[in-house]
């Protein structure tokens, strides 16, 4: 309708060098482009390999004699090693040709094909990506220790400058490095918490939808009554009744967050159940146990993964609002949501406090619900045009 | 091609409904105030200007008022509502560093001509009432008010709160209906704030159930003035958690000025600085310390006011959960370690606050003395000698200090509903940090903290006292008192105690109270962080108000806003004030 | 028909007896303790005592629950600790008071998300789409109280120091005095308190509901029968209001229901910072109180509300698709 190739279906009999051939002369221009934003991408994955190595000798150089070095400088220097050796293999593809599509490929490899079209899921992705290298090198990036005081009197309220590049907040700590560790904390709170949720949504539904009859109807029944309570309020009371510590948080967001997943599992395993692969696993004698967790439940990932993208986001503006009212990360443990909820008097005459952190709230959901609309996308075959 | 509305060719498909938005918007527009031009003029009139009649005072508070009656009260600001609504024997008042009591000739809400001490040992207090007072509801205030008032609160099936009122007086008795006679266990110098409290209408309440009185109507519906009071407002409306609108008492001499008071609850502190700053509000208590420069930047609009030293805050150590605690110099050690002057400097508090020695702040001027009792110097030389001098030592280069194997480190508690206390405390945690102590934060929510306080179950915790007006120590220092949350037991200071509380006059018990304070001083059982001051911002508007270390609510009924800025706030349904100035929308009212 | 009815109200029920019993026993079994907020240097042991008495909060805790469940179900929701108040009489006011908020802020979400999924849907991939996607989500991923505050200190504080012909009141659902306005003069006072709140509370989900009616319409425009239309030469407006969107519209009609909890107490922290009093301050500062009787009615009729909005949705739903009845 718009002109686009349909990619799922190969434009030319399937002869591979011709196809190939074929491909590359219907490409034209836009393989040359193409061509040139990965050798782009290239080469700035390999600045960023280069500067890494760089900062972290300088920063490993730095620190003093005696003290051991923290473990997670270690793991960010194996990160930056794992980075380098992804570069390399990325490299080495670059240089390959591309494969034209063919007619028997895998939902997984069509379904990638789609996503890497998608502009925008591309982009959440590179941020996603981008976050978590974030994560793991923030030892060496960060350049103040959080939680470093200084000299209150002369450090606070200082505006962003070239030392500290987003200035400080009220007890003169930098709120850079802030941002960076609080990506940690915000980040994991994020992933743990919907890796509970969607574990314990996925067996749920799973049982529910395979069994069915009074263990559907039992759990059905339960899930309909978590989500009857509102999910902030249940958070609120729980948290606030007992004390509010990090894993008490993480433990409840994913205790609460499982409900919209198990009835997705359950939608899909109920319209798995009766086909064809499932009979024939049973007719071969398989246990229950079995064709639900190694045959069926794979087949349900799909929109199981999109659902938790989404909810990562969720979570991590859950975990401001907890912290708004006190009961989320506990000072002087940086969370982004803890750091906009404590700079929330000074919204505008130090605006940095809160803005960058909330910033980069915005920045990480945002990409984070682009990926997983790319995944819808790409992963769902009726909403491709 | 079809040409249809949505293409690029025509483009008002979606600008038309965004040009109704964009108008819609603009007729909300509220009108500019068109009182910001005269209140620049007005300001200038000082204090000593005569009161003007009418006028709405708004006030902002953070918390909902509860059960504003004399013998439930619970919360600060129920207890500042009695300053307003209910009258008592005599009125209480701060004077160059003491209280004073006022009788009917000084102050309108005092119910006493006079007094006079009668009795073997002056043990009894014998008070004759003024003839003319009555209560909102018409009916005089007599003698067997009182007396119904202290037997209410002695009666443990209403579980007062206010037991310390009457745990020394034997008998309170009505001689006739305008003199009543208290009769102490003994003579001690708080017989007349003991007698002081704000009293209640026996007519009403004679014959309820005294365990169910916190559920009686007047309590639960008190506006429309049936909760009957006998000061110079009462309650007019009640919103619950929205606002309370207090209306002028026909029967309280002298008249009020205003025509009401406007209490609104507003939770976030944000946002009662904007209402401040846009003139919604007039009174906003307490001010964030660091928000003190923005006002201050407004200039003529709005003044900053001081409720002096009514409280301080302080890092109580509990021996027993954690036991290098119990040794005297490592608290001192602790202590020493701290910058308190720093701490206030950073957190911009130091015009607000005064580092603490003891547990009498400035306001005591029979009490407070700073030769004998000084703060502790930041010295952390002297802290790191003296844990050195114990066995402290950082023998695994960690950067914390252990002894026998184990690390110098506990947690430290906060509230998490005081920010100040909060900053505070990750400030001192900073500070240990550098000497090897390492202390964990933790901030629970009030409740839970308070519980934990009082249960004792905390290694280390920041709180804060607000500061009686009375130099009893028992209260926190006692042995047995449940607020003595670090079993504080020194004998010597238990006989100190034991000496001033049998001491008739003040002036005696002074000095043995003096001698208790330094004796604790020295065991240092709390780190005394510093004394502080409330700050309360108030628009230039309203006028006549008394802000001092009592309080901010003691004489309501002198409070006045001059005509030309008194906004023509609607006070009765359907009459114009004839005051109100003239308005530029057609509506008459400001979006505001 | 009436069959399915009976079921699915039965099942409703030990439902709601659940809701209520998991409220009892998480509220009651925490750390915490509703006269904790009596203590002071002044109050004597015994005097607690004599609270927990007046409270019913010194028997054990099954007796407590059998007592609660019994005066809850014959409508009596007792007292509230924190207010001294029946609950029944509280309760009304506060539910109208949020209620007049969320519902607007619903209307505004819905209208809003409608209006941009729409014409993301129809200008698919173009500019607009990207832009308003990425507007739309940058309001979706804010925090909402950021967005909040901000909106208080732009549209009311700057506003006013900024002279800017609008500014809104920062605070509160009504002017101080308005009851003795006019009614048309409160109407009118009660929409310029409810704009600011309204939007901070609506502008994030509206995104929310764009996305959605995005997806929603580009399936049904790729659908045969609205080529069909097309070709037959019919308007695209005409297309798209008529055709696509009743069927795009039956999937949102769903989210509706997902936002029935949110009618009652999603609103928790925009009523905090513009200290309107709903709900969701309520449930909040009755948490924070330890008012137990007060956290389990709220609880409770957020919860019942939801249940019975469920069940009125698959009613419907049951009506329109008979596949669902056979079920």
């Given at each position: 309708m718009r002109g686009r190739a349909n990619p799922d279906v190969a434009a030319a009999p399937p002869e591979p060098l011709a196809a190939d051939a074929a491909e590359r002369a219907a490409a034209g221009v836009r393989g040359e482009g193409r061509r040139w934003t990965r050798l782009t991408l290239l080469a700035l994955g390999w600045g960023l390999v280069l500067s890494g190595a760089l900062l972290s000798a300088e920063r490993l150089r730095a620190l003093p004699g005696r003290a051991r070095v923290p473990l997670d400088v270690w793991v960010a220097v194996a990160a930056l090693a794992l980075l380098a050796g992804a570069m390399g293999w990325a490299t080495r593809r670059a240089l390959r040709p591309r494969r034209a599509a063919r007619v028997g490929d895998s939902q997984w490899v069509i379904a990638g094909r789609h996503f890497r079209r998608n502009r925008l899921a591309m982009a959440g992705l590179a941020v996603m990506l981008l976050l978590y290298l974030v994560t793991l090198l923030t030892p060496l990036l960060a350049p103040y220790d959080p939680a470093a005081q200084g000299d209150i009197v002369r450090s606070r309220y200082l505006p962003p400058s070239l030392e500290h590049l987003m200035g400080t907040d009220k007890f003169g700590r930098d709120v850079f490095s802030r941002v960076l560790y609080g990506a940690r904390i915000s980040l994991s709170i994020g992933f743990v918490a919907v890796g509970i949720s969607v574990t314990l949504g996925t067996l749920f539904g799973a049982l529910a939808g395979y069994f069915g009859g009074w263990v559907d109807a039992l759990l059905m029944r339960f899930t309909d009554l978590m989500l009857a309570f509102p999910r902030l309020v249940l958070l609120i009371v729980v948290i606030a009744l007992f004390e509010p510590s990090l894993w008490l948080v993480v433990l409840v967001l994913g205790l609460t967050g499982w409900m919209g997943t198990a009835r997705l599992v359950r939608g899909e395993v109920l319209s798995l159940r009766e086909r064809e692969f499932v009979l024939a696993a049973r007719a071969l004698g398989m246990g229950d146990a079995r064709i639900l967790f190694r045959h069926v439940v794979p087949n349900t990932l799909a929109p199981v993964i999109v659902s938790a993208t989404l909810g990562i986001g969720q979570t991590i503006l859950t975990e401001a609002s907890l912290s708004f009212l006190g009961l989320g990360v506990q000072p002087p443990t940086p969370s982004w949501g803890n750091m906009v909820a404590d700079g929330r008097d000074q919204l505008i005459a130090s605006w940095w406090i809160t803005t960058f952190p909330g910033l980069a709230i915005v920045f990480t959901v945002i990409a984070f619900n682009l990926l997983g609309d790319g995944l819808r996308d790409a992963l769902d075959p009726r909403l491709r045009t | 091609m079809i040409a249809h509305p949505f293409s690029p060719r025509a483009p008002h498909g979606w600008a038309r409904p965004a040009a109704l938005v964009l108008l819609l918007l603009l007729a909300l527009a509220g009108c500019r105030d068109p009182d910001d031009a005269r209140s620049a003029q007005a300001a200038g009139d000082g204090e000593g200007a005569t009161p003007e009649r009418g006028g709405v005072a708004v006030l902002a508070e953070h918390i909902d008022i509860n059960q504003p009656m004399p013998l439930v009260f619970e919360s600060n600001m129920d207890g500042d509502l009695q300053d307003v609504l209910y009258m008592a024997l005599t009125r209480g008042v701060w004077r160059d560093g003491r209280l004073v009591y006022l009788l009917a000739d000084e102050s309108p809400m005092a119910l006493a001509e006079r007094y006079e001490y009668a009795g073997p040992d002056s043990a009894a207090l014998v008070y004759h009432l003024r003839g003319d007072v009555r209560w909102s509801d018409g009916q005089p205030i007599t003698a067997h008010d009182v007396v119904w008032t202290y037997q209410a609160v002695r009666d443990p099936r209403t579980a007062s709160p206010r037991q310390d009122y009457v745990e020394h007086i034997d008998s309170v008795v009505a001689r006739d209906d305008s003199t009543v006679v208290f009769h102490f266990a003994h003579r001690y110098p708080e017989m007349l704030s003991h007698s002081g409290l704000g009293i209640a209408p026996r007519h009403v309440y004679q014959d309820a159930d005294l365990a169910q009185i916190r559920s009686h109507p007047t309590l639960v519906n008190p506006d429309q003035g049936r909760l009957v009071v006998s000061g110079p407002f009462q309650i007019g409306r009640w919103d619950q958690g929205q606002q309370m609108v207090l209306v002028p008492n026909p029967h309280f001499r002298p008249q009020p000025h205003l025509d009401q008071i406007v209490i609104r609850v507003i939770p976030e502190a944000t946002t009662r600085l904007v209402e401040l700053q846009t003139g919604a509000v007039d009174l906003v208590r307490p001010v964030p310390h660091d928000q003190i420069p923005t006002l201050q930047a407004q200039g003529e609009r709005i003044r900053l006011e001081r409720e002096e030293k009514r409280q301080y805050e302080f890092i109580a150590y509990n021996p027993a959960a954690f036991a290098p605690f119990a040794d005297a110099e490592v608290r001192r050690a602790l202590g020493l370690a701290l910058d308190v002057p720093g701490i206030l400097r950073a957190l911009q508090m130091q015009d607000y606050a005064l580092p603490a020695a003891g547990p009498y702040p400035p306001i005591f001027r029979d009490l407070y003395d700073p030769e004998r009792m000084r703060p502790l110097p930041h010295d952390t030389a002297r802290a790191r000698q003296i844990l050195a001098a114990k066995g402290w030592r950082d023998s695994d280069g960690d950067g914390v200090l252990d002894k026998d194997g184990r690390p110098f480190r506990f947690t430290l508690l906060t509230s998490a509903a005081n920010p100040r206390r909060a900053d505070v405390s990750q400030i001192a945690q900073q500070q240990w940090k550098r000497l090897g102590i390492d202390a964990r934060l933790q901030q629970l929510e009030f409740n839970t903290f308070f519980e934990r306080l009082v249960g004792r179950e905390y290694q280390a915790a920041l709180g804060g006292w607000a500061v009686g007006l009375s130099p009893d120590l028992t209260e926190l220092w006692g042995e047995d008192s449940p607020f003595n949350i670090v079993d504080y037991r020194n004998p010597e200071v238990s006989a100190l105690f034991r000496q001033a509380l049998a001491q008739p006059t003040e002036e005696a018990a002074n000095r043995y109270w003096q001698a208790a304070a330094a004796r604790l001083v020295q065991d240092q059982p709390y780190t005394w962080l510093y004394y502080l001051d409330q700050v309360d911002a108030v628009s230039n508007r309203l006028r006549g108000i008394k802000i001092d270390t009592y309080g901010a609510y003691q004489n309501t009924w002198e409070w006045w806003i001059p005509e030309a800025l008194q906004r023509g706030t609607p006070t009765r349904a359907g009459a114009a004030p004839a005051d109100s100035p003239p308005s530029a929308a057609a509506s008459g009212d400001t979006a505001r | 028909?009436?069959?399915?009815?009976?079921?699915?109200?039965?099942?409703?029920?030990?439902?709601?007896?659940?809701?209520?019993?998991?409220?009892?026993?998480?509220?009651?079994?925490?750390?915490?303790?509703?006269?904790?907020?009596?203590?002071?240097?002044?109050?004597?042991?015994?005097?607690?005592?004599?609270?927990?008495?007046?409270?019913?909060?010194?028997?054990?805790?099954?007796?407590?629950?059998?007592?609660?469940?019994?005066?809850?179900?014959?409508?009596?929701?007792?007292?509230?600790?924190?207010?001294?108040?029946?609950?029944?009489?509280?309760?009304?006011?506060?539910?109208?008071?949020?209620?007049?908020?969320?519902?607007?802020?619903?209307?505004?979400?819905?209208?809003?998300?409608?209006?941009?999924?729409?014409?993301?849907?129809?200008?698919?991939?173009?500019?607009?789409?990207?832009?308003?996607?990425?507007?739309?989500?940058?309001?979706?991923?804010?925090?909402?109280?950021?967005?909040?505050?901000?909106?208080?200190?732009?549209?009311?504080?700057?506003?006013?120091?900024?002279?800017?012909?609008?500014?809104?009141?920062?605070?509160?659902?009504?002017?101080?005095?308005?009851?003795?306005?006019?009614?048309?003069?409160?109407?009118?006072?009660?929409?310029?308190?409810?704009?600011?709140?309204?939007?901070?509370?609506?502008?994030?989900?509206?995104?929310?509901?764009?996305?959605?009616?995005?997806g929603s319409m580009l399936e049904v425009i790729h659908q045969d029968y609205i080529r069909t239309a097309r070709a037959k030469g019919l308007g695209e407006a005409r297309v798209i209001f008529r055709h696509a969107l009743k069927n795009a519209l039956l999937p949102v009609i769903t989210l509706l229901g997902l936002y029935l909890p949110f009618l009652l107490s999603g609103a928790v922290l925009v009523e905090t910072i513009f200290a309107w009093p709903g709900m969701g301050r309520l449930i909040v500062d009755a948490i924070f109180q330890r008012d137990y009787p007060l956290v389990m009615a709220t609880s409770f009729v957020i919860a019942a509300v939801v249940v019975l909005g469920n069940l009125v949705a698959d009613v419907l739903y049951a009506l329109v698709d008979p596949r669902i009845r056979a079920e």
């Open positions: - | - | 028909m009436l069959a399915f009815l009976l079921r699915r109200l039965l099942g409703a029920v030990p439902l709601l007896l659940g809701i209520l019993t998991l409220i009892f026993f998480i509220v009651h079994l925490a750390p915490g303790d509703p006269t904790a907020r009596f203590y002071s240097p002044n109050v004597a042991p015994e005097v607690i005592e004599q609270m927990r008495r007046n409270l019913g909060l010194d028997q054990p805790l099954h007796v407590q629950y059998v007592k609660w469940l019994k005066s809850f179900l014959t409508g009596d929701f007792g007292y509230s600790f924190g207010q001294m108040r029946p609950i029944g009489e509280l309760l009304p006011g506060v539910l109208w008071n949020t209620l007049q908020l969320t519902l607007v802020s619903l209307v505004l979400i819905f209208v809003l998300g409608m209006l941009i999924g729409i014409v993301q849907a129809v200008r698919q991939y173009s500019l607009a789409d990207n832009l308003l996607t990425f507007v739309a989500l940058f309001f979706y991923s804010m925090p909402t109280f950021w967005l909040a505050l901000m909106f208080i200190l732009f549209f009311s504080l700057k506003a006013q120091q900024w002279g800017w012909p609008i500014s809104f009141p920062a605070s509160g659902m009504s002017r101080v005095g308005a009851e003795f306005l006019p009614l048309h003069a409160q109407l009118w006072d009660r929409v310029v308190h409810l704009v600011l709140p309204a939007a901070a509370l609506g502008i994030g989900s509206a995104a929310g509901v764009a996305r959605y009616m995005r």
